[in-house]
């Protein structure tokens, strides 16, 4: 359901959910996650099947999930049984029997053997382990590539899977099973939040994937992309004991320092060493009560914020030279450990504060599960209201548009239960115009929107819808309505939108997309053209990125690409003979391309020479 035609940051919210919390993880390379050699052709007077599959697997089922070692240890040991005399019959439990006997201790083995023809099926994260599942389909269909797929049992289970990544993913906190799709590895960069008296931005080469989750069963699951992202490590199949680690997930796994994601942001605190037990970021420092039960005592002034922080507990005292905070707490019989709080917003108190001996008794990282301890009155009883049906307009948006190419992947229909563009509508506006203004304001994060020129299409009752029309046809509609029951007020609910190239070329457009023309000054889709300045937060904002089909080409006078081209950027170069007119236009400009080698933009003044990029996936996280 994302899209984006600007930054690879940006993307599609409607309908989904990202995170950016995932992408920093960064402290070991991912490791190779080889499926298992084959096919191993099993002589097949060794195996009865089907009868001995259906034993096994009825064996097997009773003990859980198997580890792709486990599995390939119990072929290779059927493979060695004798073989059975000619006319006799080997006996179904007898098999079972002798390879419970083989593995020894690891005869308890947990899960299905996968037999097809005595030939073992793909295993994950090969993709293959998952043809014709539908899940797999929807997420590959907006991915440049699949290189691992794997089940995981509980969606609810993703910090096991990738360990490291806890927080910001309410979308995998159920109990349903999710299909986890991730593209192969490309070169990107990486951010690093930087403590006071340090550069702001401290970006460093860093590999990146794409990665789709799809929640729920095959034939009901609900796709969510998360973009451009990293992880250190990723655990496709969980072992047994993964498993157990799953009854005390908080705080073991979730605040477990061998996967903290950014160690030089512990410095205020002394670094990541051994003496370090729990590591986690609070989201909002005025919950360190809920964080810490025996300190929800009254607030002191430097946690009376909604800012986060960064929290390190110590096994014991911390031995740090920080000037101690003295939090108010109660002794609940516990053990004591110092806790250091690292601020994202340094004040007043500096860096970083020492609170020392707090009790650790009821703590959790996972505090949305733990009741608010502060007292709230009890609700007004108002009069129920019986929900005013949606107008039939609102069902299919995309139908009412009218687009020369294919729909934009940005945004989505209006839910059975619409809920805000969390982005854009903290609060709802007091019409649906102000909010359609709101919502396309400095602050839009889709990269494909223009700017205005919208005309209200439908007002009926609670409900609203926008549209922005060129030469008589829809080519972006925008629903509203003041019928959530999320925020009071108009706020957005649904989008569709054909490709911004057939937006009214004098409306701007809510990111800085330049729509490049054909020879005849007919416009380009994006999906075929376009140019954009690069993410700054990564410090290229000052290249132009320039999308042609398959590859990237920077217009790049600082030289903050080099490191992904093979040539430089050059403002009075000459044309080469070989280059071809590619036919495209922006404004004088023409492109000129060399095949696999460089771009040349040609002007009337002078002709520039664009670097091609080496690797045309790049991302910035």
């Known amino acids: 359901l994302h899209g984006s035609l600007g930054d690879p940051e940006v993307a599609g919210r409607l309908g989904d959910r990202q995170t950016p919390e995932v992408v920093q993880r960064q402290k070991q390379p991912v490791p190779v996650i080889e499926p298992p050699e084959g096919p191993h ?79 073992a099926r793909p295993a994950p994260p090969d993709p293959a382990a998952f043809a014709g599942d539908p899940r797999l389909a929807l997420c590959a269909s907006g991915m440049t590539d699949v290189a691992q797929v794997f089940e995981m049992t509980h969606a609810r289970w993703f910090p096991l899977y990738f360990p490291g990544w806890w927080g910001g993913a309410e979308e995998l906190e159920v109990d349903d099973p999710a299909l986890v799709v991730i593209s192969g590895q490309r070169p990107g960069q990486r951010y690093v939040p930087q403590p006071s008296g340090l550069p702001e931005n401290l970006s460093t080469p860093n590999p990146v994937i794409e990665m789709c989750i799809a929640v729920g069963p095959p034939d009901g699951a609900i796709v969510h992309r998360y973009g451009q992202t990293w992880f250190d490590r990723i655990v496709p199949v969980l072992s047994a004991a993964d498993i157990e680690r799953a009854a005390r997930m908080d705080p073991e796994v979730l605040a477990d320092p061998a996967n903290w994601h950014v160690p030089e942001r512990l410095a205020p605190c002394g670094g990541l060493t051994d003496n370090v037990q729990y590591v986690f970021e609070a989201r909002r420092l005025r919950d360190f009560g809920r964080y810490f039960p025996s300190a929800a005592g009254p607030s002191v002034a430097a946690f009376d914020t909604d800012e986060g922080a960064t929290v390190v507990v110590f096994r014991g005292p911390s031995g740090i030279a920080i000037q101690p905070l003295n939090v108010p707490q109660r002794d609940l019989g516990g053990e004591r450990h110092d806790v250091c709080v690292i601020f994202f917003q340094p004040g007043p108190a500096g860096d970083a504060v020492l609170i020392r001996d707090i009790d650790l008794t009821g703590f959790h990282v996972r505090i949305e599960q733990l009741p608010d301890p ?85 007002a009926e009752g609670h409900w609203a819808s926008f549209g922005h ?110 280059a071809v007119d590619s036919g495209y236009r922006s404004g004088d400009q023409e492109l000129w391309l060399d095949p696999g080698r460089d771009a040349y933009v040609v002007s009337p003044s002078h002709t520039e020479r664009w670097p091609r990029s080496t690797f045309p996936g790049i991302g910035c996280m």
């Not at 859980?64 to 080997?90: F, K, M, N, Q």
């Not at 687009?403 to 007091?430: K, Q, R």
């Not at 000054?521 to 300045?533: E, F, K, L, N, Y």
């Open 374 to 458: 502060t007292p709230t009155p009890a609700p007004t009883v108002t009069p129920a209201l019986t929900p005013e049906p949606a107008p039939s307009w609102v069902g299919d948006i995309a139908s009412q548009l009218d687009c020369d190419g294919p729909i934009a992947s940005i945004g989505d229909e209006v839910a059975a239960d619409p809920s805000p563009d969390a982005f854009f509508s903290d609060h709802g506006s007091a019409t649906a115009r102000e909010a359609l203004t709101l919502f396309l304001g400095p602050t839009n994060m889709y990269g494909s929107l223009p700017t205005g020129g919208f005309d209200e299409l439908h």
């Open 41 to 119: 052709n099993w002589p097949a007077h060794e195996v009865d099947t089907p009868e001995l599959d259906v034993a096994l697997q009825g064996w097997l089922d009773q003990r859980g999930r198997p580890t792709d070692g486990e599995l390939l240890l119990v072929r290779a040991r059927i493979a060695t049984l004798p073989g059975r005399s000619p006319g006799r019959r080997r006996s179904i439990l007898a098999a079972a029997a002798s390879i419970a006997l083989l593995l020894g201790v690891a005869g308890l083995v947990i899960g299905r053997v996968p037999l097809i023809g005595g030939v």
């Open 469 to 578: 029309v060129v030469d008589g046809r829809p080519r972006a509609i925008i629903v509203l309505t003041d019928r959530t029951r999320y925020v009071p007020g108009w706020s957005v609910v649904g989008l569709r939108a054909c490709d911004a190239s057939e937006f009214d070329p004098a409306v701007p457009i809510t990111w800085p997309v330049t729509i490049w023309t054909d020879a005849s000054g007919r416009r380009v889709s994006t999906a075929t053209i376009h140019s954009q300045p690069g993410p700054g937060h990564c410090g290229w904002d000052s290249a132009i990125w320039l999308q042609v089909g398959g590859d990237v080409y920077f217009r790049d006078p600082k030289g903050v690409m080099d490191e992904w081209t093979a040539t430089r950027f050059d403002a009075t170069a000459e044309l080469p003979t070989r």
